[in-house]
């Protein structure tokens, strides 16, 4: 990290921030004290069908010049005030990215200053920070290009969940284009679904902290060309969509234990969107951000202010350093300006845990001590979709946490299941959580723990049991003994993906939180795994479902 160079003493410097990953050309000026000075843009609406990267480009090549003249007068300001450049270097379309990285550079050359090509997802979470105060939030990022829950953890900001497929943004215009609602889909989507109340049935399809749109999206297609009215295709989507969102939102917020959650990116532009992650977060008893609308889309501004803040602590840029890249992921950067807040959630003095799945309450039965596990209605989904998941979900954890313990899996027992108030009364096991033994174990003993879990899930795997939410924090570690919890979005099923899925679900939430030792916890995983059923096979099935990612290193 290179020392922290403050301009603030005396006169503030100025950088100008160029946007162009993909429809949007945005030019923003920020100086180092975070005052933005210009921020104007103008985006593509193509005449049929859906964003073109070649289009994009020339769009942008049109664009660039006229906006960045735009942001001097808006700014007061002329080209000779400017001390340093800025660019999305990525994520992006590939043409439209190394558009304006030209521009950008010869911006640079021409007026002799530095240039940073800086992360296009960080700059979301950054301008957020910068506009609405947070500290150190969980951030819920949804565009048309990206879907990612973010937050910081040592040195990094870290993907806790991600769309595997589509973005949510891309859905939604997908779904525009086949029913003909015109581009940009979103504004029309959620137009019409503001028209109806009437929910058809669709996929809802979370695997941990991830989520998949395709399924989603091919549903509802199908549904309007089955002859269902528009308006409750659409209300339908939107709910379904959001909810999925929304719910993987809330695991990363329990799993991370932070007590600010920022809304950021295009999609957040949507009432309703906004609406259910502000109820999620307020019953979650955090703090709910967002930033000014014109500053959730693609802005100008948010490249400059990312550029000031990574120029000022010590990233400094040679020319042949600011090559575009089109699958940079946010976890590859680092943010030397970002620290841990020592804030976190804090519950209620009767409640032991509030996960996104339940409450946790301790009770007793039978002159037994147990927890109380109840399903809680969530007041962000509409009522068909909560019912339906509440019950299915209580209905099918009570039979897998029996069933594992047939498999040599030390699961708690069920003493009670109150199928109305989806609430079950089972066995109080006074172990630790694994998350908090990682946190407070050297390496070697935190090896020799992932081992265990590799054997067990094996053991789960080898019966057909799918755990569907393996993180740290729904395992329990008791006499050396590894306890599994929390099977609520378990399932029965001996397909290979499903395995592949669930192992890199645990890797995810690894990488989430226990960066330091997730490479070497997950490989000591995989080592007792080896006992799985159709082990080399899943291994590879792993290899492939990351590549899928909508960002992967290996397709830098």
Known sequence: MGKIIDY??????????????????????VDSSGEILASVGKSLIPESGGIHPREA??????????????????????????????????????PALR?????ARSLSLSLKVPIMGVNHCIGHVEIGRLTTGAVDPLTLYVSGGNSQIIAYDRGRYRVFGETLDIALGNC?????????????????????????????????????????????????????????????????????????????????????KKREVMLCGGVAANSRLREMISIMTREHY?????????????????????????????SVQKMEDTTVIQRYRTDQVDVPW??????????????????????????GWMGRDVLLKERVSKSYRIEKIDHRLRKRRTKGEAKLLHLAKTCGVTTPLIYDIDKENKTITMEYIPGKPVKDVFNESEI???????KKVGEKVARLHNCGIIHGDLTSSNLLLKDGEIVFIDFGLGKISDLVEDKGTDLLVFKKALTG???????????????????????????????????RRRYTDNNN
């Open 57 to 94: 480009a020339e769009h942008h090549a049109n664009n660039i010049v006229p906006l960045i003249k735009e942001a001097l007068v808006e700014s007061g300001l002329e080209l000779k005030d400017i001390d340093l450049v800025a660019f999305s270097r990525g994520p992006g379309l590939g």
């Open 286 to 314: 955090a703090d709910f951000y967002q930033p000014p609308i014109k500053y959730c889309a693609d802005n100008g501004a948010m490249i400059a202010w990312m550029g000031q803040l990574m120029f000022q602590y010590g």
């Open 99 to 103: 558009t304006v990285a030209t521009a």
């Open 513 to 547: 939180i226990h960066y330091d030792i997730a490479e070497d916890c997950f490989q000591s995983i995989l080592e007792g795994y080896q006992d799985a059923d159709d082990y080399q096979e899943i291994l590879e099935k792993i290899g492939e479902i990351e590549v």
């Open 172 to 256: 939604l215009d997908q779904f525009a284009r086949q029913v003909n609602l015109g581009h940009p889909g979103g504004p029309r989507v959620e137009e019409l679904a503001l028209k109806s109340q009437n929910y058809l049935k669709l996929p809802y399809t979370v695997k941990g902290m991830d989520l998949s749109f395709s399924g989603l999206l091919t549903a509802a297609i199908r549904k309007y060309e089955a002859g269902e009215p528009l308006e409750d295709v659409c209300y339908s989507l939107q709910e379904t969509a959001f909810a999925m969102v929304t719910e993987i939102t809330e695991r990363a917020l329990a799993h991370s």
């Open 8 to 29: 603030r003493v005396d006169l503030p410097m100025i950088c100008i921030g160029l946007e162009g990953t993909a429809e949007k050309t945005g030019v923003g000026i």
């Open 444 to 450: 070697s003993q935190i090896k020799i723990i992932c």
């Open 338 to 363: 970002m620290k841990t807040s020592p804030v976190h959630l804090e519950l209620p003095s009767n409640m032991l845990e509030k996960g996104a799945e339940a409450n946790i309450y301790p009770g």
